[in-house]
């Protein structure tokens, strides 16, 4: 069975941290390129960083560029979104997806294969 599972959600006060994890079982994620995507109540899910596969590129949208990287670990099949100086405005559900034989997309249909999602809540 081909599963995504992110941990690592929680409360966090604003300028605080959190990191996300985002592992793989059934599959190698090194293969895929992996797109963290989060949505809020009332709101689109929204692609706001990627790690693509092959060359370990990675791309993110403007509001997290800066405070946010993405990197994998290919031994524990996991891939991680570091989360710094976050703002009220980063609360949402984050997910993580994997999409193979693409490159830099942010459109969630490109993405095969989803996690259930984990619960970022930034307020003081």
């Known amino acids: 069975q081909l599963q995504l599972v992110e941990s690592g959600g929680g409360l966090v006060q604003p300028w605080g941290s959190l990191r996300l994890s985002c592992a793989g079982s059934g599959f190698s994620l090194d293969y895929y390129t992996i797109c963290w995507f989060r949505q809020s109540p009332g709101k689109e899910r929204d692609g706001i960083a990627l790690i693509n596969s092959g060359d370990g590129s990675s791309f993110f949208i403007d509001s997290v560029r800066g405070r946010f990287t993405i990197s994998r670990d290919n031994a524990k099949n996991t891939v991680y979104l570091q989360m710094n100086s976050l703002k009220s405005s980063d609360t949402a559900v984050y997910y993580c997806?994997?999409?193979?034989?693409?490159?830099?997309?942010?459109?969630?249909?490109?993405?095969?294969?989803w996690g259930q999602g984990t619960q970022v809540t930034v307020s003081s």
């Open positions: 997806a994997a999409g193979f034989a693409i490159r830099g997309t942010l459109v969630p249909a490109k993405y095969e294969y």
